[in-house]
């Protein structure tokens, strides 16, 4: 959020983001049930119980929603719009936005295997059960294939069913034969935070990215990175797995 609040204040006075989040209350799978929010999503099919369902609105001095102005800015930050396209909705869907992080790339996988009806609830659940608040079913099943997409190793969706790709997965690692518990242990040591929980700090690295002023750039992040401009170029905040790409033209 401070990120977004700095590239809201390079772009033009008075600017300023209103953030709303997810009571503690309603951010477990009971909560959703009495609470689904704007969505009206069931709780295997929510990301307000892993805190990633935020609404953000960004408010000029006259109090103007500059709805178009935050795509620009929040988007590359990693935030992902409900709307397809940035117009105002008289039910407020266009305030909703959801932080996929690290589980950007298990977004990107799915789509590019034409599987894209699967992200969705598999981005739900790796969320889900990696801040410990998954309360379907088969969540170790469910963690380690998770955890598996955080390391870049993609085993299909996020299904709990082990099978053929989840065990090749796992062969690759040098995992295969072990017992699930076993596996989905030595995989928490392995990913970059894995299975901290809400409340674990979890450190991340500043990178500057310095970009002459008279080239035209845009930068764009998948996976645990976050970045803002600045007036040298970018700086780009690393959390673990992801990629920094930057177009120029």
Known sequence: MRLLEVAAASRKQGL??????VAAVDASWAGVANCPGPLSLPAHLSLRPAGREVTLRLLNEKGENELALLWELAVPLGFLPWLR???PDAHGLDTVFHHPGEW?????????????????PSL????????????????????????LHRLGVSCGPVDGVVGGRTLAALKSLGLGGRALTEVAEKLA???????????????????NVVVPPSVKTEGFVTGNLLSSRTP???TVNVGGNGQFTLVVS
């Not at 300023?16 to 989040?21: A, D, H, L, T």
């Not at 790339?105 to 699967?118: N, S």
């Not at 739900?124 to 955890?147: L, M, N, T, Y």
């Not at 040591?189 to 990178?207: L, S």
């Open 16 to 21: 300023r983001v209103e953030y709303g989040g």
């Open 124 to 147: 739900c659940a790796a969320a889900q059960v990696d801040a410990g608040v998954w309360g379907g079913d088969k969540p170790v099943e469910r963690f380690v294939q998770a955890q």
């Open 232 to 234: 040298q170029g970018y």
């Open 189 to 207: 040591g392995m990913a970059p935070h894995a299975g901290t929980g809400k409340n674990e700090k979890r450190t991340r690295q500043q990178v």
């Open 85 to 87: 396209f940035p117009v």
């Open 104 to 120: 950007a790339m298990l977004v990107d996988a799915l789509h590019a295997e034409g599987q894209g009806e699967e992200a969705w």
